[in-house]
């Protein structure tokens, strides 16, 4: 699977003081360190980056590209900065732009940067009209309305990620399932297939520290049963890295570790939680489960639901 590193955004306050001072040591330090994470994009988002920030895509571009040879995720909704970074890079073929949507006006901007570099594109599946919909048959209405466009641009399918965007558990367990559901159907309806992603710190956004990677494992593992091609994630997360390794290697490190690999099969098979077997006296099994029931809507979320 492929990984996109989360860990450069405007909204971490040490970040947007680097960003505001020119800080290169620090950026390039977090770029650094998720290089060897061994991520495939470096996601750089800068959010609107209005005037007071112009040029600001193409300094992180070019900060980190004096120091290693890395591909990025372009993730802001100005498309001047965003055109900014693909021209800064030598290789805008091998980058992400984060993100178009089925608003009209960003549709069109954002696929025509894509096309014009031949970059690969990050595509939300909501509109200023209907904004997230609730069931999968909405999200495949708004992504067949991007397909359409990127088609008649010349875009190839194997460079659209369409992203279900999941809402956190703690806001709408019901969701969960749903953006789970989407990423089947998207892998379902197009031909050639659309690849996928999800921002995977989104499900557990508002819960506790101390359960928030926890829940990402866990949602990661059955979205990778899904049909799940990429993930936005935190780089410096080396649990959830290594059980995505794990996943993609279908080999157990430790004994918990099954249930992970039993929990994604489960989903490929569009199984029933009940079908998952566990030790019930391996407390980390035992998170597993009580998490997996959260996610598959089984038992109500509650901000200490592993303690209970």
């Known amino acids: 699977m492929k990984l996109i590193g989360e860990n450069i955004h405007i909204i ?112 939300l599946t909501l509109s200023n009209e209907t904004g997230i919909p609730k069931d999968p048959d909405g999200r495949i209405e708004i992504a067949s309305i991007i397909l359409e466009k990127t088609m008649e641009l010349g875009i190839d399918n194997s460079k659209i990620y369409l992203d279900p965007l999941v809402l956190p558990v703690n806001v709408d367990q019901s969701q969960v399932m749903a953006a789970l559901d989407s990423i089947r159907v998207f892998k379902e309806s197009f031909d050639p297939p659309v690849m996928t992603t999800i921002g995977l710190s989104n499900v557990s956004n508002g819960s506790p520290g101390e359960i928030r990677s926890l829940i990402n494992r866990v949602f990661c593992v059955m979205a990778m049963g899904c049909g799940l091609d990429s993930a936005i994630v935190d780089a410096f997360d080396n649990e959830l890295l290594r059980v995505i390794r794990v996943i993609e290697n279908r080999t157990a490190e430790k004994e918990s570790d099954n249930v992970l690999i039993n929990l994604y099969n489960l989903m490929q098979e569009f199984g029933e939680l009940e079908e998952l077997h566990y030790n019930k006296d391996n407390p980390e099994e035992l998170e597993i489960y009580k998490t997996a029931e959260v996610l598959f809507n089984k038992n109500i979320y509650a901000h200490n639901y592993a303690e209970c």
């Open 12 to 123: 971490s306050k040490k970040t947007k003081t680097a960003v505001e001072n020119k800080d290169s040591g620090y950026i390039i330090d977090m770029a650094k360190r998720q290089a060897d994470a061994c991520i495939d994009w470096i996601d750089l988002n800068i959010g609107p980056a209005r005037k007071s920030r112009a040029g600001t895509m193409q300094w992180l571009t070019s900060t980190i590209l004096s120091e290693m040879d890395v591909n990025f995720s372009f993730d802001t909704t100005n498309s001047s900065e965003m055109q900014a970074g693909l021209k800064a890079h030598p290789n805008p073929e091998n980058c992400l732009l984060n993100s178009a949507s089925g608003d009209p006006e960003r549709l069109e901007s954002v696929t025509k940067l894509a096309a014009d570099y031949n970059s690969s594109l990050i595509a």
